[in-house]
C-alpha cells in the first residue's frame, strides 16, 4: 500500500490512495493522464457552464495578469475589472438597485449574506433578528456560516458547535416555515434557500414554495436570500433561479459559473432595501471583507465567461440539454431502471432504487467514460457545461443506464466513498 499523497484532499477519505488525475480539457471533454477522454457531467463541480479550454478566458486573464494580477479593494481602492464586472451583474440583477459584493467563493458568499443580513437588521433598529432560516436537505457551503445553515447533517458531524440561532425545516413544507414565522417572526433575520437544491439532492422547488417564503418574509420583516451559487448564469435556462420562478429576493449569493471556475470568485447581490439600510447612516463603516473581494484577474475572468454566456445563447441552450437529459432519464425510470428523474433546466438528477449504489454507479460510468456525481447512497446528478452536445448528453444517459443495469441488485459498494 503506497502513503497517501502530500495533497489532503477535500470531500475525500484522508486515507486514499489512489485518484484520477485529468490533465486537460475542451468544451464538454477531459482527459486524464492515461490518454482517457471523459464526459464531464458535473461541469466539473456544477460550475464549468462555458466548457473547459476556453482561449477567449485565458486571453483576458493573462493580460490582466500583465498588467494589474491584484491589488485590494479595501477602503478607497478599486480596479477596473471590479468594477465592470458589478456594474454587469447589476445590470442582469433579479432585483431592482442592487450593489455587489464580492468574494472568491461560495461559502464565503453565504457567510457575506449572514452577515449583511443581520447587520442590516440591526441597523435597520432591529438587533434582536438573529434567526436564520434553512431547509432540510440543502447545501450551503462549509464554512461555519454556510455550514450551520447546510441541511446535511453528516457535514456537521464532529465539527463543534453551530452557529446558533438556525432554524431547518424540510425542503418542500411551506407550513413548517409558517410555524416558525408564527412562533419567533419578530426574530427572524432571513430565509435562506437554493431556487433549485443543487448539491442536498437536486430537488426543484414545490409549486408556490419559493412564493410563499417571500410574503412570509415580507410579512413578518425578515430578507429572503437566494443562495444560486449552482442556479445563476443560465444553469435553469435564465441568468437566475429568482428570475426562472418569478420570485424577488433581498440577497443572492453566486460563484462557481461566474467565471466557470477558470478563477475563483463569488458575491452576493445586495438588493434595494438591504442596500438602503446599509447605506442610511454615513457613518457605518462595513466591517466585513476579504482579501481577495474584488480581485481583478478573477473578475476579468469573470467578465469574459458572461460574455461567452451572452454571445453564444448558453441561457437558451440550457433549456434544450435539459429536455435531452430529462427525457433520457425519464424513459429510464418509465423503465424501471432508476426510481425517479428530478430537475430543472440543465441540472438533473437520477433517483436510485434502493438496491444500487450511488457510488458503486459513479464508479461503473467512470469505466465507459462518463464522470457524474453520486450524493449520498440514492442519487446520481448531472449538471453539464452548457455547450455539451446531444451526442454527450446521449452518453450520459447510456452510462447510467449501462451501470445500473449491471448493479442492480449486486450489492456492489465504491470503496472510494
Ligand atoms: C448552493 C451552494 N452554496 C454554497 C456552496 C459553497 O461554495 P464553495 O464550495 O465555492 O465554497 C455550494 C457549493 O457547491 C453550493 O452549491
Redesign the pocket.
Known amino acids: 500500500m503506497s502513503a497517501p499523497p502530500a495533497f489532503l484532499h477535500p470531500f475525500a477519505k484522508p486515507s486514499a490512495t489512489e485518484f484520477l488525475r485529468i490533465v486537460s480539457g475542451q468544451g464538454a471533454i477531459v482527459t486524464d493522464d492515461q490518454g482517457r477522454r471523459y464526459v464531464d457531467a458535473m461541469g466539473s463541480?456544477?460550475y464549468c457552464n462555458v466548457g473547459h479550454g476556453r482561449a477567449e478566458i485565458a486571453d483576458a486573464v493573462a493580460q490582466q495578469l500583465r498588467k494589474l494580477a491584484a491589488f485590494h479593494t479595501f477602503e478607497m481602492f478599486t480596479n477596473d475589472p471590479a468594477d465592470q464586472l458589478c456594474q454587469e451583474l447589476v445590470a442582469i440583477a433579479p432585483v431592482p438597485d442592487a450593489r455587489i459584493f464580492l468574494t472568491s467563493?461560495?461559502?464565503?458568499?453565504?457567510d457575506s449574506a449572514i452577515k449583511l443580513a443581520r447587520l442590516a437588521q440591526a441597523v435597520r433598529g432591529e438587533p434582536q433578528r438573529q434567526v436564520i432560516v434553512s431547509r432540510r436537505p440543502s447545501?450551503?457551503?462549509?464554512t461555519y456560516g454556510?455550514l450551520a445553515v447546510t441541511g446535511l447533517p453528516l457535514n456537521q458531524e464532529h465539527f463543534g458547535a453551530m452557529l446558533p440561532d438556525v432554524v431547518q425545516t424540510p425542503h418542500d413544507d411551506l407550513a413548517a416555515v409558517e410555524v416558525v414565522f408564527a412562533e419567533r417572526g419578530d426574530r427572524i433575520a432571513a430565509v435562506i434557500a437554493?431556487p433549485v437544491i443543487?448539491?442536498g439532492g437536486v430537488y426543484p422547488p414545490v409549486p408556490g414554495y419559493l412564493e410563499g417564503l417571500r410574503r412570509l418574509c415580507d410579512e413578518h420583516g425578515a430578507w429572503l436570500i437566494f443562495?444560486e451559487?449552482?442556479c445563476a448564469f443560465g444553469r435553469l435556462g435564465a441568468w437566475w433561479g429568482a428570475e426562472r420562478f418569478g420570485v424577488r429576493p433581498d440577497l443572492v449569493?453566486f460563484?462557481?459559473a461566474v467565471t466557470s471556475g477558470y478563477v475563483p470568485l463569488?458575491g452576493v447581490v445586495v438588493g434595494g432595501p438591504v442596500r438602503q439600510a446599509l447605506e442610511a447612516d454615513p457613518d457605518l463603516v462595513l466591517r466585513h471583507g476579504h482579501t481577495y473581494s474584488g480581485h481583478p484577474t478573477a473578475c476579468a475572468a469573470g467578465l469574459e465567461a458572461l460574455a461567452i454566456t451572452r454571445r453564444e445563447g448558453l441561457l437558451d441552450r440550457a433549456g434544450k440539454i435539459g429536455e435531452r437529459l430529462a427525457t433520457g432519464l425519464r424513459s429510464l425510470a418509465d423503465d424501471g431502471h432508476i426510481a425517479e428523474a428530478r430537475g430543472d433546466g440543465a441540472v438533473w438528477a437520477a433517483g436510485l432504487h434502493p438496491d444500487t449504489d450511488a457510488a458503486a454507479v459513479r464508479d461503473r460510468m467512470l469505466t465507459t467514460g462518463v464522470i457524474a456525481r453520486p450524493i449520498g447512497t440514492a442519487t446520481v446528478s448531472f449538471c453539464p457545461p452548457l455547450v455539451i452536445s446531444d451526442d454527450d448528453v446521449d452518453r450520459c444517459v447510456e452510462s447510467l443506464h449501462a451501470a445500473v443495469t449491471e448493479l442492480r441488485g449486486s450489492g456492489a459498494r465504491s470503496n472510494r466513498t
Open positions: 463541480l456544477w467563493s461560495g461559502s464565503e458568499a453565504v447545501y450551503h457551503g462549509v454556510g437554493e443543487g448539491a443562495d451559487v449552482i449569493t460563484a462557481k463569488g
